[in-house]
């Protein structure tokens, strides 16, 4: 069984930074691509950031582009997501997860999940 575990949330001001880091455990498995996602209360979840191999390739979300760097190894199943400048608006569970065979935005590209990190940004 895999287990995606992310930890670095909490509860932050205005215009501060958080880090959160997520790591594969379990049975052995290769990922093509990891990702991280959010969730709101009362909305979807939505897609925040992707990294494929090493770092040489990733994708962000507008809403967060220029404030979040996603950086990590996926052939390690390790990745890291480092939140600047944030806002209100970013507060939100939020999930990481691998995936197998795309790199994509959509949940359903993505094989394993989290159980995700509570991030709390207040004005």
């Known amino acids: 069984q895999v287990q995606l575990v992310e930890s670095g949330g909490g509860l932050v001001q205005a215009g501060g930074s958080l880090r959160l880091s997520c790591a594969a455990s379990g049975r052995t498995f290769s990922s093509y691509a990891m990702g991280w996602f959010r969730q709101a209360p009362g909305k979807e979840r939505e897609f925040v950031a992707v990294i494929r191999g090493r770092g040489s390739n990733s994708y962000y979300a507008d809403s967060v582009k220029g404030r979040f760097t996603i950086s990590g190894d996926v052939n390690k199943n390790t990745v890291l997501l480092q939140m600047n400048s944030l806002i209100p608006e970013d507060t939100a569970v939020y999930y990481c997860?691998?995936?197998?065979?795309?790199?994509?935005?959509?949940?359903?590209?993505?094989?394993?999940w989290g159980q995700g990190t509570q991030v709390t940004v207040s004005s």
């Open positions: 997860a691998a995936s197998t065979r795309y790199s994509g935005t959509n949940l359903q590209d993505y094989d394993y």
